[in-house]
C-alpha cells in the first residue's frame, strides 16, 4: 500500500477530534489551519492571476514592474519573466502609489481583503468566514463589472 501524499508530508497524526480531547489545542488549531490554507489558497492563487490578467490587458506586460519593481529581487525576476505572478501586496502597491493606475483603486476594496486572507493563512492564523466572504463579495463585483 503507497502512503497518501499528505501522511508522506506530515507523517502520522492525531485525528483533530483526539488533539482536542488531550487538551492539545494549539496543535489543533494548527491543522485548522493547515486545513484552511490548503483549501482557500489556490482560490486565492486563481483571483489574483485573474486579477494579473485584467491589468495585463489594460496597462501591458509590463505593468508589474514598468514603474516600480518589488521589493525582493526573486519577485522583481518573477514579474519580468511573467506579470501574473505579481503578488497581492506588489499590486496594492502599485495601484494606490502609481498615477497611471489611479483608475484602478476601486478595486482595493478586493486586494486589501485578499492580502490580509492570505497573508494570515501563510502565517498559520485563522480566517474567519466573514473575512473570507469579503473577499468572494469583492471578487465577485469585480466579475460583474468585467461585463458591463
Known amino acids: 500500500m503507497v502512503p497518501s501524499p499528505q501522511l508522506q508530508e506530515y507523517g502520522v497524526e492525531f485525528h483533530p477530534g483526539a488533539l482536542l480531547a488531550l487538551d492539545r489545542r494549539s496543535e489543533f488549531e494548527f491543522r ?3 486545513g484552511q490554507a490548503g483549501l482557500l ?3 486565492l492563487d486563481n ?3 485573474e486579477f494579473c490578467g485584467y491589468l495585463v490587458r489594460n496597462y501591458g506586460q509590463d505593468w508589474p514592474y514598468k514603474w516600480s519593481l518589488p521589493e525582493f529581487r526573486d519577485e522583481a ?3 519580468r519573466e511573467n506579470a501574473l505572478a505579481c503578488g497581492w501586496g506588489h499590486m496594492g502597491w502599485l495601484i494606490r502609489k502609481i498615477p497611471e493606475l489611479k483608475p484602478e483603486r476601486q478595486w482595493l476594496q478586493l486586494i486589501d481583503p485578499a492580502t490580509n486572507v492570505r497573508n494570515k493563512l501563510a502565517h ?5 468566514q466573514l ?8 471578487y465577485l ?4 463589472s ?3
Do not use: G
Open 32 to 34: 485548522f489551519c493547515r
Open 41 to 43: 489558497l489556490p482560490i
Open 47 to 49: 483571483m489574483r492571476i
Open 77 to 79: 525576476d518573477a514579474v
Open 124 to 128: 498559520c492564523r485563522f480566517v474567519t
Open 131 to 138: 473575512e473570507y466572504e469579503e473577499v468572494l463579495k469583492q
Open 141 to 144: 463585483s469585480f466579475v460583474k
Open 146 to 148: 468585467k461585463f458591463k
